[in-house]
């Protein structure tokens, strides 16, 4: 080794002990006749001093290195003189007098500071993303992030799971997304999907007897991109046989929860987590990923409106739409231009509008409100009480259909949680949601569309309801929400295979394009298919929540840009003519077009 200790590592006890140490300059100061290096690499600071007088040929080294050269030194530890101890290093105590300086190699002047945190251009900190993943902050993320997949190894294999690995040239396993299709130059003209996930395959090990089966899997979706999506992710892939719903949620609960106590310093709020149906998730919050950091709960007032002379709410509750509202504390004073932003702010969920009722300060509050003189005063103070609202407080109503008053209250809601400062990073807040619809109308395709995947089985008291009414059918599905992120999705699956040839049916997969695509399913589900079901929680989303990160993009060390691509080796590239030759891949966008 070019080090016989690391640079976080030495303490009072080694003083006067003759080391080595290598690493990057992270800041050079200096004195004249002294110069003080603070010497990083993975573990820490030290602090390395040069004395002109003791170690001529050092200091002259040491004059000319500049920051990020990678540096080896030689030296005695030697306790720092009193007054001149770092509190704030683990190293603080002790200072290296450096003998020997050796500059193992040279650094350009970066494109931006290493050292510190400071806020640089998202496009440049993924053009040099080595630099950038070697920042301290991302350093801990990235740490951070080999824990929890080493913790969460250990917890499975101490209780019968296996991991299991499985292929990524595969064939579609759609999950609601594009495939990514991969060219195939031995079979001309035919393509392999990347799967969107293992689920056909996991179900496939759970046919062949293993029970117990886990993966750190990678999964690949062609979808657009937002804030926390990424064209490859990866996923806790998991699936258990002979369980039921409770069985896999116990045991993730329990994963979950000595993940966030023994690997993260976050504080988990929910304990046991929450459980909410997603009926009930979206009449409260507006959404099945409920963040539960905070209340701030949608309540129904369509019965107060209804008997009120507003128009708009006499219409909307003739025609069976919604009327909610959210009780905002604390906001009452809020000014006509900050109420104007919250209208504007509740038009980008698609709503036409944003009533609210301030409840003015004081004793006897009056309610100020444009739509105020529409309401009686008993009208008025039923709403209040209703809403358990204070003077002072300030009451946001939304609506319309509810699918646009929960995109709205929803948005508010988030909106609130973050402006209050109820959203708060430290916290880790986790809900079971349940009893999921099986289908959802597909408007525009005219079809029903699986709500979760083609796999998941319909609860067993519902399968009589398939040829009825199939929207009624709820799923044997549970997702786990956290601080309003999805962070798993999962369900029992269907191992019979005329169930799921009739699910094929209903989303409108004709038989032969069903046996082409899932064949080797129904077959497999022929041959002594245990029942079996599992989930599948994101591993970029959990590390996000437990690293307290905006996005996911800081939880994984080279992601890809808002539209896809690799800004660091420049990928996707174009193939060279010979290439696409080989592959039977005739492209018809011109060479230069990009
Ligand atoms: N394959 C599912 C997903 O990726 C998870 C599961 O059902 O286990 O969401």
Known sequence: MLKTHNCGELRLSNVNEEVTLAGW???????????????????????????????????????????????????IVRARPEGMVNPDLDTGEIELEVTAIKVLNAAKTTPFEVTGDAKVDEALRLKYRYLDIRRQRMQRNIVLRGRVTKFIRDYLYERGFIEIETPILFKTTPEGARDYLVPSRVHPGKFYALPQSPQQLKQLLMVAGYERYFQIARCFRDEDQRGDRQPEFTQLDLEMSF???????????????????????????????????????LEKYGTDKPDLRYGLEMVDISDIAGKSGFQVFLDNVAAGKWVRAIRISGCGNYSRKQLTDLEDLARTAGAKGLAWMALEPGE??????????????????????????????????????????????????????????????KKIAFCWVTDFPLFEWNADEQRWDPSHHLFTSPMVEDIPLLDSNPGSVRGQQYDLACNGYEVAGGSIRIHDRSLQEKIFGLIGLDMEDARERFGHMLEAFEYGTPPHGGIAPGIDRLTMLLAGEPNIREVIAFPKSQNAADLMAGAPSEADAKQLEELHIITTVEASAE
């Open 243 to 281: 369980v039921e719903r409770e069985d896999v949620m116990t045991l993730i609960e329990g994963l979950m929860t000595a993940l966030v106590e023994q690997v993260s310093d976050r504080e988990l709020v929910t304990k046991p987590f929450a459980r909410i149906t997603h009926k009930e998730a």
């Open 364 to 425: 006897n509050g009056q309610v100020r409100s444009p739509i105020a003189k529409f309401f009686t005063v008993e009208q008025l103070a039923a709403l209040m009480d209703r809403m358990g609202a204070v003077p002072g407080d300030l009451v946001l109503i939304s609506s319309d259909t509810p699918a646009i008053v929960a995109a709205t209250l929803d948005t508010i809601r988030r909106e609130f949680g973050e402006r209050l400062g109820l959203a708060d990073p």
């Open 25 to 75: 300059v992270n800041r050079r100061r200096d004195q004249g006749g002294l110069v003080f290096i603070d010497l990083r690499d993975r573990w820490g600071i030290t602090q390395a001093t040069i004395n002109a007088q003791t170690a001529p040929e050092a200091h002259a080294a040491a004059s000319s290195v500049g920051r990020e050269y990678v540096i080896q030194v030689k030296g």
